[in-house]
Structures are given as C-alpha cells and as structure tokens.
C-alpha cells in the first residue's frame, strides 16, 4: 500500500524526504479540535500504516501555534448526551482506538508539540513513541475539569510510565496544565525547541530514524509495547529471539561490511 496515494478528508498528512510522514490536524482556527470524522480516520490511518511501504517514520505535528484542543465541544461532546451507555461506550473504544492504532503501527511516531496540547490531543503526544516541545507547549490531561474520570484512552496506564506514578496522578486528579519546562524535566518531551523550528527538527528527527535499519526500529517498538506484560527472564528471552531475527536481515551485514570498510553503512529495511 502506498499511503501518498490516500488523500485524508479531516486531516492533513503530506510526504517528506526519507519516507516521512507528516500529519497534522486542520482546524488551526479553533486550537484542532478533533472530531467524530477525524478520529475515525486518523484511527484507520494508522492502522494501514501497517501495510504502508512509503511511510518509514511519522511525526504528528502542530498546526497554527497549537497542537490539539482535545475533543471538539459542539461537534462530540454535546452529542454525547444523546446516547445511551451502549452509544457512549462504543465512543470511548472508538477514542482508545486511535491510540491503540498508534501502539500497533510498526514506524516510530514523533510528536511535535506546540501551544495547546490538551484532552485527547495530550493522548496523542503521550502515545506517540518520542516528543518534541516548544517552551509555549501547554499540556494538560483536562477529563477531570470536565467532570470525568482521568483514566481516559489509557491514561492511568501510560501517563505513569513516561512521568511516574506520582507525577501522572497529580495530573490526572487536578487536570492541570504542565508547563513545557516541567514537560521536559519529567520526561514527557524529549526535548524542547523554538516554535519555528519544531517542525523542521522532528522531520529531521524522524529522517533519521527512517534512514536507519526500519526492521530494526519496528522489532524494537514492539518489545517496549510487549514487555510491559512480560516478567524481567521473559522479557531477555524475547529479546534474545528478537535480536536472533534481526541478525537475519541483510541490514546487520550492512553494518558489518560498512564496519569493516570504514564507511557508514546504507541501510534498506531489509
């Protein structure tokens, strides 16, 4: 499958050298909320991106000086009420999705957070594989202020393994904003840049990343999601086939022949 060839209806996504894709949401006028369409297709989105050939790495970006408003108030949340327990549940599994999505596509996904960054948009950031920052980056995970519970879209699962378990429960309890330098010191970003130059540095980031041995990056993303469950001599084990795999590949030996020449090897994926 060819994801250049798939044009999106309620989002922006465009190619970069290297096989980057960059995705944006395109509501810059109301901080891109998301919306009933745009979930559903950023959902399905990901889920080719399994299939995807062309697609080697993925940064999600900001758009207008923001990343997300969460879920659009007028198009998902009073709609909401409308529903029964059967039609709000199928609506939160619909939201876990897309995250769900997100975990099981095989490139690493980069985050590039500026402005606000809050509700399901800091689920988004918090379930991409690496985050970039800008000092003016709000984040807050809000379910609570809106009368919620902070265990949303995995939440309470996640959030305390990227910040710790204290640092998420604070979050989550009060709905508060994180601060960009806090964001940073905690963990959540990676690192932060100036706004005009966030974007620029993920693509960067992720052609990196995607000019390196992909099949490599794709075992290594599935053991940091499979070994949650797995106790530490499991966790070896699958490591130790994992790695017996990737020394198959014709990248290992390119390393090796480039080792071996004194020149940089060039890696395919393969």
Same mark, same amino acid.
């Given at each position: 499958?060819?994801?250049?060839?798939?044009?999106? $209806? #309620?989002?922006?996504?465009?190619?970069?050298?290297?096989?980057?894709?960059?995705?944006?949401?395109?509501? &810059?006028?109301?901080?891109?909320?998301?919306?009933?369409?745009?979930?559903?297709?950023?959902?399905?989105?990901?889920?080719?991106?399994?299939?995807?050939?062309?697609?080697?790495?993925?940064?999600?970006?900001?758009?207008?000086?923001?990343? /997300?408003?969460?879920?659009?108030?007028?198009?998902?949340?009073?709609?909401?009420?409308?529903?029964?327990?059967?039609?709000?549940?199928?609506?939160? =599994?619909?939201?876990?999705? %897309?995250?769900?999505?997100?975990?099981? /596509?095989?490139?690493?996904?980069?985050?590039?957070?500026? @402005?606000?960054?809050?509700?399901? @948009?800091? +689920?988004?950031?918090?379930?991409?594989? +690496?985050?970039?920052?800008? &000092?003016? *980056?709000?984040?807050?995970? %809000?379910?609570?202020?809106?009368?919620?519970?902070? /265990?949303?879209?995995?939440?309470?699962?996640?959030?305390?393994?990227?910040?710790?378990?204290?640092? *998420?429960?604070? %979050?989550?309890?009060?709905? =508060?904003?994180?601060?960009?330098?806090? *964001?940073?010191?905690?963990?959540?970003?990676?690192?932060?840049?100036?706004?005009?130059?966030?974007?620029?540095?993920?693509?960067? %980031?992720?052609?990196?990343?995607?000019?390196?041995?992909?099949?490599? #990056?794709?075992?290594?993303?599935?053991?940091?999601?499979?070994?949650?469950?797995?106790?530490?001599?499991? *966790?070896? $084990?699958?490591?130790?086939?994992?790695?017996?795999?990737?020394?198959?590949?014709?990248?290992?030996?390119?390393?090796?022949?480039?080792?071996?020449?004194?020149?940089?090897?060039?890696?395919?994926?393969?």
């Amino acid at each position: 499958m060819i994801m250049a060839d798939l044009k999106p $209806e #309620h989002f922006n996504r465009r190619m970069e050298a290297g096989g980057v894709a960059v995705v944006t949401l395109n509501r &810059p006028e109301r901080k891109n909320p998301i919306t009933f369409a745009s979930y559903a297709e950023l959902r399905d989105s990901f889920r080719k991106l399994v299939y995807a050939d062309d697609v080697k790495a993925v940064v999600f970006g900001s758009n207008g000086g923001n990343f /997300c408003s969460g879920g659009d108030v007028r198009d998902i949340i009073g709609p909401l009420f409308d529903r029964d327990m059967k039609g709000l549940l199928e609506f939160t =599994r619909m939201t876990g999705d %897309l995250v769900k999505a997100m975990r099981a /596509c095989p490139q690493p996904v980069i985050a590039a957070v500026d @402005g606000v960054c809050v509700g399901a @948009g800091a +689920m988004i950031a918090l379930f991409s594989d +690496m985050r970039l920052g800008t &000092p003016a *980056a709000k984040t807050a995970f %809000l379910f609570t202020r809106v009368g919620l519970a902070g /265990c949303d879209m995995g939440a309470c699962a996640m959030l305390p393994r990227v910040i710790g378990q204290g640092r *998420a429960a604070e %979050l989550l309890y009060t709905g =508060r904003i994180m601060s960009a330098d806090e *964001a940073e010191r905690w963990g959540f970003f990676n690192r932060l840049v100036a706004p005009e130059a966030l974007e620029a540095e993920a693509i960067k %980031l992720a052609q990196d990343l995607a000019a390196g041995p992909t099949f490599a #990056h794709m075992m290594t993303k599935t053991m940091l999601n499979q070994e949650w469950s797995m106790t530490l001599d499991q *966790a070896i $084990e699958s490591e130790a086939q994992a790695q017996a795999i990737c020394m198959q590949t014709k990248d290992f030996r390119r390393a090796y022949d480039g080792f071996i020449a004194k020149q940089p090897p060039v890696f395919e994926g393969n």
